[in-house]
Structures are given as structure tokens and as C-alpha cells.
């Protein structure tokens, strides 16, 4: 019963490919987010979604595009990747409350770009 | 640059010991802040939070102290345990639903 589930979990791919993470949440919740960790663990916050609509969008280029079909799913698509794309994502929900709530993260894809 | 950022990036700590790690914000603004625990392969896990009208807030075994006038957090873990070696995380949040993490300072326990 993983509250946040995200797959695949590594992901192995060749520059130029397209390539989708999926992520889902069985806690209710209406806000869900991505974010890049990068090789020296820096987190950073690329989207965040709130009831099937972005709220924010960080400076993240346009090859990156959310996709949410439903308020329990938030997908990542990545258009034409690049080296520097190669990082560990993390789908993370929260509550109604928004950010300012304990958000449950999943366990992370690392994509490795070759 | 990001506003969030901790002074030491790997903390070794006999077990048994109290363990604390530090965190520098910069963002006056910021009104909540939360300490994250990573453990190698999972992804972030929420230790405790505080709010910038508290100073201090304590958990099992975890304290948070907040100090807005120098804009510092930490983290303090006593009693450490081998379980308690991780990558550990303070967070921001400030307007905008917006949330700032530091670069992390890795916990290493000693025998």
C-alpha cells in the first residue's frame, strides 16, 4: 500500500529519446509535485499541481511537460533528452493544506542519459 | 543563487552521541520551514517542522531550533543510532507555495 509510487525506478535511455515517468498517490491528497535531484543531492522543485492544474513552474525548459490526468496522478514527460537531464526524479504529494504541510515523497526515478 | 544552505556537507558522530546539523536560510520571508531525512535509494521523509512564529519544537528524539534573527535552523538528534545515518535536508517555504531545499549534509554514525 505505497502511498507515492513512481516507475520506472532507473531508466536508462539515449540522448535525443522521449521518455515518460509515472507517478501516482492513493492519499487523497490535491496538490502533487516533481522534483530534480541532482548527483550532489540537491533538491530542486520543477512543477507543482494542485487539482489536475499547475501552480507553479519553475525554470525548467519546455522539453519537461507535467501531465495530470486525474488529481491521484501526475506523469513527466521528457521531450529530446539531454545529458544534463540525467538526475533522480521525485513525485511528492501533500494535503489540502498545500506546501505548507508534510509532503510524502516516492521513491525516486534515475534516469541516466547516454 | 538558492537561498538555503547548510554548513557542513558530512557530519560524523559516534553512536550514542547527540548529533547536530546545521542550516542557513536567507529569505527573511520565509515563514515554515522542515527537516528532511534521505536514506540511500528513498527518497525524502519528513522528520519535523517548525513555524517562524515558534523558535523551538521537539519530536521523538529530534529537536528543531529556529533562529530568525541570523536566519539559522538545525537539527538536533540525540541519542544517535546507526538508523540515523542519512542525508538530512532543511526546506523553506515562502510565498507562492514556494519550497527551497539545501544541498544536504550527510549524517555518517561511528561504531
Known amino acids: 500500500d505505497t502511498a507515492v509510487s513512481q516507475t520506472p525506478k532507473y531508466l536508462v535511455t539515449q540522448m535525443g529519446n522521449d521518455k515518460s515517468i509515472k507517478c501516482e498517490q492513493n492519499?487523497?491528497?490535491?496538490?502533487m509535485y516533481w522534483y530534480k535531484q541532482d548527483s550532489k543531492k540537491f533538491l530542486k522543485i520543477m512543477f507543482s499541481?494542485?487539482?489536475?492544474?499547475?501552480?507553479i513552474n519553475e525554470t525548467v525548459p519546455n522539453r519537461f511537460s507535467p501531465k495530470s490526468p486525474d488529481k491521484a496522478h501526475l506523469n513527466l514527460h521528457i521531450n529530446s533528452l539531454e545529458l544534463g537531464d540525467s538526475a533522480v526524479y521525485f513525485c511528492?504529494?501533500?494535503?489540502?493544506?498545500?506546501?505548507?504541510?508534510?509532503?510524502?515523497f516516492g521513491q525516486g526515478t534515475r534516469l541516466t542519459v547516454v | 543563487g538558492e537561498s538555503v544552505g547548510l554548513h557542513l556537507p558530512t557530519l560524523s558522530v559516534q553512536e550514542g552521541d547527540n548529533s547536530i546539523i546545521n542550516c542557513a536560510y536567507s529569505n527573511s520571508a520565509s515563514d515554515y520551514f522542515i527537516w528532511y531525512k534521505q536514506e540511500s535509494g528513498k527518497g525524502p521523509q519528513f522528520i519535523i517542522d517548525?513555524?517562524?512564529?515558534?523558535d523551538k519544537r521537539q519530536g521523538q528524539r529530534v529537536t528543531v531550533l529556529l533562529n530568525k534573527t541570523v536566519k539559522h535552523l538545525s537539527l538536533q538528534i540525540a541519542a544517535t543510532q546507526p538508523g540515523d545515518s542519512a542525508v538530512y535536508f532543511c526546506?523553506?517555504?515562502?510565498?507562492?507555495?514556494?519550497?527551497?531545499f539545501g544541498k544536504g549534509t550527510r549524517l555518517h554514525i561511528l561504531p
Open positions: 492519499l487523497g491528497h490535491d496538490t
Open positions: 499541481y494542485n487539482n489536475k492544474e499547475l501552480i
Open positions: 517548525i513555524r517562524s512564529n515558534m
Open positions: 511528492a504529494s501533500s494535503s489540502p493544506g498545500g506546501m505548507n504541510t508534510e509532503a510524502f
Open positions: 526546506a523553506e517555504f515562502y510565498g507562492d507555495d514556494k519550497i527551497i
